[in-house]
């Protein structure tokens, strides 16, 4: 997974992960700065589910973008 892409674009990315987990606040976003670690800790935490349910969800939903 080249995690960069969406590091690089986060302003853009921002959109598409909110359309995914919409209990994710604005401040979580920027707080996540577009970085993968902390984006899985964020829906760890605003959907209570454990982490490595939150890390599959995030590897899911980037093998679905089409900008990757």
């Not at 707080?31 to 605003?46: F, M």
Request: aromatic share 10%; charged share 40%; hydrophobic share 30%.
């Amino acid at each position: 997974m080249d995690w960069n892409r969406v590091e690089g674009n986060w302003k853009q990315v921002k959109g598409k992960v909110k359309e995914q987990w919409g209990k994710l606040t604005d401040d979580d976003l920027d707080v996540v700065e577009g970085k993968q670690d902390q984006l899985e800790g964020k829906i760890q935490e605003r959907y209570g589910i454990a982490k490595d349910k939150a890390k599959a969800e995030v590897a899911s939903w980037y093998s679905r973008q089409q900008w990757h």
